[in-house]
């Protein structure tokens, strides 16, 4: 299974054709024929398979290692990891550090996905299966000093159908919530996605990808 050190991951919350013209034919030329007429248009290259991205039964295998969920400012954050047959697995963190005892809210979750759909060039759609909590929400234990209490799968509660958002992405064209939760708003966002995004389209809660340790 696919995981990534809390620092690491907590750490990358500071980063977040043309067509030629064709000639007149001579006029001696024979007309087209109405078949040859009604053929079917050569499609152009915004229409290739390559240009249309992997086929949904490839997505999971394409995602990057996990996807992260946070605001940017704090110490919170979740982390998602899909595997290739739409099983996934995930943790929650928020720590408040500057009481006389360290707290921490936590959550590990896992669940499953339906086979994405494709929405259009750059999106897939699938639907949350099932999602589990390895604890309840509110129990509370001691470990290393540190008060945890169970919390709840942040970013991914509430979630019906997810969408996933391909690397070239036009930015422009993404949910503006998205774009916001991912550090993709202002004039000095990128144009394109760099990684694939996931979208909790009930939330409008928006997850960027990344590459694991």
Excluded at 32 to 58: F, H, I
């Amino acid at each position: 299974m696919r995981r990534a050190i809390w620092p690491a991951a907590l750490a990358l919350l500071l980063l977040t054709g043309c067509a030629g013209t064709a000639s007149e034919p001579p006029s001696a030329s024979p007309q087209p024929s109405p078949a040859a007429s009604a053929a079917a248009p050569t499609p152009s290259p915004t229409e290739t398979a390559e240009d249309q991205g992997p086929a949904p039964e490839e997505v999971f295998d394409q995602l990057p290692d996990e996807f992260l969920f946070s605001s940017g400012a704090g110490g919170w954050g979740t982390i998602l990891s899909i595997e290739s047959d739409g099983s996934f697995s995930g943790e929650y963190h928020d720590s408040e550090m500057g009481g006389t005892v360290p707290l921490c809210y936590y959550c590990e979750f896992s669940g499953t996905l339906s086979q994405p759909e494709r929405v259009d060039a750059y999106t897939y759609s699938t639907t949350l299966l099932s999602l589990e909590q390895e604890k309840e929400e509110g129990e509370e234990y001691m470990e290393d000093g540190i008060r945890y209490i169970i919390s709840t799968p942040y970013g991914i509660e509430g979630a019906e159908e997810l969408l996933l958002y391909r690397p070239g992405t036009p930015v422009s064209e993404l949910p503006e919530e998205f774009r916001g939760w991912t550090g993709l708003s202002g004039t000095a966002a990128p144009e394109t996605l760099s990684d694939w995004g996931l979208y909790n389209v009930n939330t409008q809660q928006g997850w960027i990808g990344y590459e694991g340790d």
